[in-house]
């Protein structure tokens, strides 16, 4: 077997992957391309750059190469606040196949948040877009470890353009195996500091493959638009892997995901493949009563992040006639595991076991439930985190074996559609029953005067837990009594 390369035998169910011993995975995803014949086709548009596949290897290779020129070791790991842009591509990818750690971060977090993942990562290098010095250069002031190298994309002082400028586009690819590390991603989850995960080379492949292409059915024709940013670990498949490993092509705006964005990106770019979240859906249902966009493009969207209420699917469905794929994924198994398909679709369900992953849903002392009984739901796959950096006592809790702890509680109806309930500490107990704060929530916002809901537990004048619904009431709408008691 060749070096760096993955063979997939598809006459399997699900389909086999079988990594070369020395396996880097930028060659799998970046140079692959050329020997296949792919090289003037286009990779990224974007509003101001068209790359091809020829331009990005050799952007790969200057990137890490210019990296490698710092002194920046093997191992060594960069943290990456950097917008969606063809930039992301070139360092991400080519800190990998220089051997070093590609770390993206939340472009959204706050210095203090910066300051922390400086300091717990250990870091060599920071690279950011200009547009989030306001954040990150507090943070590096403040940290009480100072990386080696800090970078700007481009603009003012030491940018990592025109080192590019400087470097030789040819690199040879890092020594590596599939199950080495490979980059991280930071999970904040629902309590506690944020918990880097790490990911090894094969985890790109398997959710590419298993998901995108095995499940979603990403092909070389398909335009792949994100709303989901790249540094989500949902935003790093949609837009960037999946399309990566299909040969298809990736639409970044860097801008924030507002309906009118969107909806001006689709028109532009003619995606084939939209990636959105249920919050974005139903604002862009409320914008589509007065705004008419051309959405023709589009063959299928898909949804992750949080469930999809069954209402907001169908709407969708009725105005826009094109099917969404809503599912479940998360930072440490690195993208979807469980989905609805093009050809069997469940509305308010997350659908089946993605091929290439296993499911169970247990109790609190490890059983598996019956089917329509809630438990807790974990699952396996080759793409699951192998571990969180410096924090064994979580590592040990989620990912226990083989098994990933999802947090999640689930219930499995006898037909194996899987049915999302809430996070594992968010259910009720109401009068001496579990309750799902999302079955409350699905259903508050199929009243049409409703934007958005949000239930809590609140405990009554007797410190009984009672549900509280918080809402959000679509534009124009007043609240009143007689709403409320509609809701009630």
Not at 47 to 72: K, P
Not at 335 to 342: E, K, L, V
Not at 410 to 426: A, F, K, L, M
Request: hydrophobic share 40%.
């Amino acid at each position: 077997m060749r070096e760096h390369t993955v063979t997939v035998d598809s006459t399997t169910a699900p389909a086999t992957l079988s990594f070369s011993p020395n396996f880097n995975v930028a060659v799998a995803f970046i140079d692959r391309h050329l020997a296949e014949g792919r090289g003037a086709k286009t990779a990224i548009r974007c509003a101001d750059a068209e790359v091809s596949y020829t331009d990005l290897a050799e952007q790969v290779n200057r990137a890490g190469n210019a990296l490698r020129g710092l002194g920046i070791g093997a191992g060594d790991r960069i943290l990456m606040v950097v917008k969606d842009c063809p930039a992301f591509f070139f360092a991400f990818w080519g800190a990998i196949k220089a051997g070093i750690v590609p770390v993206p971060l939340n472009t959204l977090l706050r210095a203090k948040d910066y300051q922390f993942m400086l300091e717990d990562s250990g870091c060599a290098a920071m690279l950011y877009s200009p547009e989030f010095a306001g954040e990150v250069e507090p943070a590096l002031a403040a940290a009480a470890r100072q990386p080696a190298h800090v970078l700007r994309t481009e603009g003012d002082g030491t940018t990592l353009a025109a080192l590019m400028d400087d470097a030789s586009d040819s690199l040879n690819p890092a020594p590596a195996t599939a199950t080495d590390d490979c980059f991280w991603l930071y999970s904040s989850g629902t309590t506690g500091s944020p918990k880097g995960a790490v990911h090894a080379h094969r985890d790109m492949v398997v959710t590419s493959q298993h998901y995108g292409v095995d499940t979603l059915g990403v092909r070389e024709d398909d335009i792949c638009f994100s709303a989901a940013k790249l540094f989500f670990a949902y935003g790093l498949g949609n837009g960037m892997t999946f399309p990566l490993w299909a040969g298809a092509t990736s639409v970044l705006y860097a801008g924030p995901p507002t309906p009118q964005s969107t909806f001006e990106t689709i028109e532009k770019f003619r995606p084939t493949l939209f990636f959105g979240v249920p919050t974005l859906y139903a604002a862009q249902l409320q914008a589509l009563e007065s705004l008419k966009p051309d959405l023709s493009s589009l063959r299928y969207c898909v949804s992750a992040g949080e469930a999809l209420p069954a209402d907001i699917y169908r709407r969708w469905k009725d105005v826009t006639g094109v099917d969404i794929l809503d599912g479940i994924g998360s930072t440490e198994a690195l993208h979807i595991f469980i989905s609805n398909r093009p050809d069997d679709i469940r509305p308010g369900a997350s659908g089946h076991v993605v091929p290439g992953y296993a499911a169970r849903i247990i109790d609190e002392d490890g059983a598996e439930v019956a089917a329509g009984d809630s438990g807790q739901l974990i699952i396996r796959g080759e793409s699951t985190a192998k571990y969180y950096w410096n924090n064994p006592e979580r590592t040990a809790r989620t990912m226990v074996g083989d098994w990933l702890n999802t947090g999640d509680t689930y219930i499995r109806d006898d037909e194996g559609y899987y049915h999302y309930c809430g996070r594992n500490d968010d259910m009720l107990k109401v009068g001496g029953i579990w309750c799902s704060p999302f079955e409350i929530e699905a259903k508050l916002v199929e009243h049409p005067q409703v934007l958005e809901a949000a239930i809590v537990g609140r405990a009554d004048d007797d410190e009984l837990v009672k549900p509280e619904a918080f809402v959000v009431l679509t534009d124009g709408v007043e609240a009143s009594d007689a709403l409320a008691e509609e809701l009630l």
